[in-house]
């Protein structure tokens, strides 16, 4: 049994658990963006409405299995990453096997090379990606493209494997054996737990767990070496991420956009034109055309007329009629195909001041009476407007105390990456760099026989 963290021995990864604890910590933080006023005609009043060819490339990427979250009891205390908080440790120790000549058939079984003596082979890099190249293959037209997809995704198993060997020696020298019988108190604890969801009966949880894929021991070594890390990380890296309540502030601060919820209206509209009762052209065969140069007596019928039109129409919606049915059938707006339907219409996006003064005076799910909106410089732009408004937010600002908590864990995280960026830059030399990119490209030479048999 090798002593790296296979991905598909461990059950729950340090990263998994620590990624998918920063979602939950962090999702009140997203990014909200901000976008400038919309200029949109009179008519509409709303906003208007080749994969990279170069090779992958070897370089260390920050190891993902490892990159657990820090802990939310870090103390508060002076920020910053002295120059002593990287990582000690020895030079990593990277050798490929020898390239195959060309032509000749690998299998998975190969030599790609040893990690400080530890041998990788092909299966134990593709193994874990066997459904991603399947994928890969199934949609790559050539051989070239499949290759490149294959070699993105072995460069980023292989950085995984590797860091995985070192990360875990390191752990190993460091902990205490008090500490490592409380690493087999946990596993102990676990397979407890496993056998226990097969009646009790350790040859029955094997057999299930080999139908996938893995086997008990297999599991319970990953749980292992998943403890170990954690361990490992407890006590030497997370102690380290430290930030002051200022930093935070300053954070914030110059984040503040992330964090303000801007006054906005789930909007309805119904546009209608005035020129749908301007008088018929007597001219047009089809008497469908209205007349080209209505007079101002003309012009003033209409629009009484089309207020009382819209006004028959709000009747009828306030009565349990559909507006999105009549928006369709009566709106000339861009959003009439939609139901009339204008969703989340932030202060400042109107281009009519009118319009915008009235939507964003009307409480949650009401309607405002039909209102005209003359158009100065072309009458044929007047249009009596139905304006409804469903949900309406506030213009607010959440409060610095209340993602102070998510904050300081986003910048934990992100010094923690810095952490091992650093680390991984002392580790990898040139000459290990190169090695991992031979491997990467047998273990390509053999994926593509594997898998794209076109």
């Known amino acids: 049994m090798t002593e790296n963290v296979s991905r598909r021995n461990?059950?729950?990864?340090?990263?998994?658990?620590?990624?998918?604890?920063?979602?939950?910590?962090?999702?009140?933080?997203?990014?909200?963006?901000?976008?400038?006023?919309t200029t949109i005609p009179a008519t509409a009043f709303i906003r208007s409405g080749a994969p990279v060819t170069h090779r992958a490339s070897a370089l260390p990427a920050t190891p993902a299995r490892v990159a657990a979250l820090p802990p939310q009891n870090v103390?508060?205390?002076?920020?910053?990453?002295?120059?002593?908080?990287?990582?000690?440790?020895?030079?990593?120790?990277?050798?490929?096997?020898?390239?195959?000549?060309?032509?000749?058939?690998?299998?998975?079984?190969a030599l790609l090379g040893t990690v400080n003596s530890k041998p990788i082979f092909v299966q134990d890099v593709l193994r874990p990606i066997s459904k991603e190249l399947k994928n890969a293959a199934?949609?790559?037209?050539?051989?070239?493209?499949?290759?490149?997809?294959?070699?993105?995704?072995?460069?980023?198993?292989?950085?995984?494997?590797?860091?995985?060997?070192l990360f875990l020696a390191k752990a190993k020298r460091y902990l205490s054996k008090d500490d490592m019988k409380e690493v087999a108190a946990v596993v102990a604890a676990k397979k407890a737990k496993i056998i226990a969801q097969y009646m009790g009966s350790e040859q029955l949880a094997d057999r299930a767990l080999r139908q996938q894929g893995t086997s008990l021991q297999e599991k319970l070594h990953g749980i292992r070496n998943q403890t170990i890390l954690g361990m490992y990380f407890n006590h030497?890296?997370?102690?380290?991420?430290?930030?002051?309540?200022?930093?935070?502030?300053?954070?914030?601060?110059?984040?503040?956009?992330k964090y303000t919820q801007h006054a906005s209206v789930d909007l309805y509209t119904i546009t209608y034109l005035v020129t749908n009762q301007w008088p018929r052209d007597p001219n047009d065969p089809t008497h469908t055309q209205p007349v080209a140069h209505p007079t101002k007596a003309q012009l003033a019928v209409a629009q009484r007329k089309a207020l009382a039109y819209c006004d028959k129409l709000e009747s009828e919606i306030r009565h349990g009629a559909s507006f999105a049915i009549l928006a369709e059938n009566n709106s000339s707006d861009a959003a009439a195909d939609n139901g009339g339907h204008w969703p989340d219409t932030r202060r400042g996006e109107l281009s009519n001041p009118l319009i915008e003064k009235i939507?964003?005076?009307?409480?949650?799910?009401?309607?405002?009476?039909?209102?005209?909106?003359?158009?100065?410089?072309?009458?044929?732009?007047?249009?009596?407007?139905?304006?409804?408004?469903?949900?309406?937010t506030h213009h607010h600002?959440?409060?610095?105390?209340?993602?102070?908590?998510?904050?300081?864990?986003?910048l934990r995280q992100r010094m923690y990456q810095q952490l091992l960026r650093a680390y991984q830059r002392n580790m990898y030399d040139t000459a290990s760099v190169k090695?991992?990119?031979?491997?990467?490209?047998?273990?390509?030479?053999?994926?593509t026989s594997l898998y794209f048999t076109h």
């Open 10 to 37: 461990i059950h729950l990864p340090v990263a998994t658990i620590g990624l998918a604890l920063l979602a939950l910590t962090l999702g009140g933080c997203a990014q909200t963006g901000s976008q400038g006023p």
């Open 75 to 109: 103390p508060m205390a002076n920020p910053g990453l002295p120059a002593t908080t990287a990582m000690p440790g020895q030079e990593a120790n990277i050798q490929a096997a020898t390239m195959p000549a060309a032509g000749t058939n690998l299998a998975v079984a």
């Open 138 to 165: 199934a949609i790559s037209k050539t051989k070239a493209y499949f290759q490149q997809q294959a070699d993105q995704a072995i460069a980023r198993e292989l950085n995984l494997k590797i860091d995985d060997i």
């Open 236 to 257: 030497t890296i997370y102690p380290k991420l430290i930030n002051t309540r200022r930093e935070l502030l300053h954070y914030y601060q110059a984040h503040i956009a």
């Open 359 to 392: 939507a964003f005076s009307l409480k949650p799910n009401t309607m405002a009476p039909p209102v005209l909106i003359k158009n100065k410089s072309n009458p044929r732009g007047d249009a009596v407007v139905i304006i409804r408004v469903g949900a309406v």
């Open 397 to 410: 600002v959440i409060p610095f105390g209340q993602e102070q908590a998510a904050i300081a864990q986003l």
């Open 435 to 447: 090695a991992m990119t031979r491997m990467v490209a047998t273990a390509s030479q053999v994926a």
